[in-house]
């Protein structure tokens, strides 16, 4: 049986679920992935968002969401100018993905480190998203549950050591992914769990031979299930 929110939609600052309310989770979760303060956001949108970006406000909440700012902060209707305040530069240009959800975002974040991540997502409905690509990796993220993003040699043992740490945390697997370029190349491990990942957790797993990099994403909601 659906909730009253479940019909409704989710809690956001509007006007539609999918390019407002969905581009600020797309946002939130690639600040997240970069897990640093964004100096710099180069942002390719696909379909639906590449047209009407500026009129649905996706722009605003995209930039929201790299900020920080949840679907319903009503930060996000001022997300352009909070963003040039704190010296974020910007930019948006459209791109065509074959086969790609219409409303469909590549983001690339540089952090003020240096750091660069590249996500690709789309809003699917009803404030929902769907993160299908992590730099040179297909994923497969939702937001819904904390994960453990593990970058590593493909090497047997490896899925095995970070499970054993994971288990004697007590920590369960709700799902998990493996990706790889090539066979004994790099591969990406993602765990989505039922609890929070403490910082315990990545240090263990990040102590692992072979591994390469070891950082958790925090939960961030979804919307509504229609």
Do not use: W
Not at 20 to 44: D, H, S, W, Y
Not at 119 to 135: K, L, P
């Amino acid at each position: 049986m659906r909730g009253v929110f479940d019909i409704i939609g989710p809690v956001m600052i509007g006007p539609s679920s999918s390019h407002t309310a969905g581009a600020a989770r797309l946002g939130l979760m690639a600040g997240k992935i970069l897990g640093e303060n964004p100096v710099k956001a180069e942002i390719l949108l696909h379909g639906s968002f590449a047209q009407t970006y500026r009129g649905h406000g996706t722009d605003k909440a995209l930039l929201g969401g790299i900020l920080g700012f949840a679907p319903e902060d009503m930060r996000l209707r001022e997300a352009l100018n909070i963003a040039a305040q704190q010296g974020l530069v910007y930019s948006f240009a459209p791109v065509d993905i074959p086969e790609a959800h219409p409303n469909t975002a590549i983001i690339k974040l540089t952090g003020e480190s240096g750091r660069v991540i590249q996500v690709e997502g789309a809003s699917v409905g009803g404030g929902n998203i769907r993160i299908t690509r992590i730099g040179d990796f297909d994923v497969d993220l939702t937001g819904k549950y904390p994960a453990l993003i593990i970058v590593h040699k493909d090497r047997p043992g490896v899925v095995n050591r970070v499970t054993s740490i994971l288990a004697r945390y007590k920590i369960n697997i709700a799902y998990m992914r493996v990706s790889r370029k090539m066979r004994g190349q790099e591969a990406m491990m993602i765990l989505e769990t039922d609890d929070e990942l403490s910082t315990e957790v990545v240090e263990d797993c990040s102590e692992i031979p072979r591994l390469l990099k070891a950082f958790a994403i925090p939960a961030i909601g979804g919307g509504s299930t229609i």
